[in-house]
């Protein structure tokens, strides 16, 4: 499997203030086509309609825009690098469908490539940055072999070389396998619109205000 893990961001286009280095993994296997357990829409349309309204508000911000780089990494039946990561500007986001398996840990250990090939970047090319955050959001159990990836993963935030946030948005008893993947933080369940909505708005408000970072304290129950 070939990964571009840059997307389009050369050199030439760099902003010059501290980057702010965001990836969302997310599920796309067949259980999303399911409704939310809390509303009419399915999960994939419910995820594609906050994943849209959050790189609008990046974009429409001025300093959201300016320090944001974003990468997109799906999982359902296989992994699949939406966006590389790249000026929000630049990353033309489509629908996203619904199909297949879990491959969860695959999907992680992708991200930690890219997250591990993107700080080389920064630090080959002289640029400041805030530690990359990984937003992981499943609704069901991996299909894969995932611990290898989950204690991969567990090692890098425990070395402070990423922030994992892991969202849970089923009903069932699989959020465990999520734990697996984040050491400090126990997975955050979505149970209404309204908290999708919360959990989308301050993800935004991170990425204008990194050194308060919304997310983080909504997360933590800090609001």
């Keep these: 499997m070939s990964i571009d893990l840059f997307g389009d961001f050369k050199p030439i286009n760099i902003n010059s203030s501290m980057k702010f280095p965001l990836i969302l993994v997310l599920d796309v296997s067949g259980s999303m ?10 999960k994939i349309a419910e995820l594609n309609e906050k994943v849209k309204m959050l790189l609008e508000y990046v974009k429409a911000d001025p300093k959201a825009s300016k320090i944001t780089d974003m990468a997109i990494v799906t999982f359902g039946g296989e ?6 990561f790249n000026d929000v500007q630049n990353i033309n986001f489509k629908p996203l469908r619904a199909y297949s398996s879990t491959p969860m840990g695959s999907a992680v250990n992708v991200a930690l490539d890219m997250v591990k090939a993107r ?3 920064y630090l080959d090319n002289g640029m400041e940055f805030y530690r990359p955050r990984i937003f992981l959001m499943s609704d069901g159990a991996a299909t894969d072999a995932y611990t290898a990836a989950a204690r991969r993963c567990s090692d890098m935030v425990m070395a402070k070389e990423v922030k994992m946030y892991p969202i849970w948005i089923g009903e069932g008893e699989y959020d465990y396998i999520l734990k697996e993947f984040s050491p400090e933080l126990q997975p955050k369940t979505i149970k209404s619109d309204q908290m999708y909505f919360e959990m989308f708005r301050s993800l935004s408000g991170s990425t204008s205000n990194p050194d308060d970072d919304p997310f983080d304290r909504w997360f933590k129950d800090e609001f």
């Design 33 to 42: 086509t399911q409704r939310t357990p809390y509303g009419r829409k399915t």
């Design 79 to 84: 992994v699949q690098v939406q966006s590389g």
């Design 119 to 121: 700080k080389k970047y």
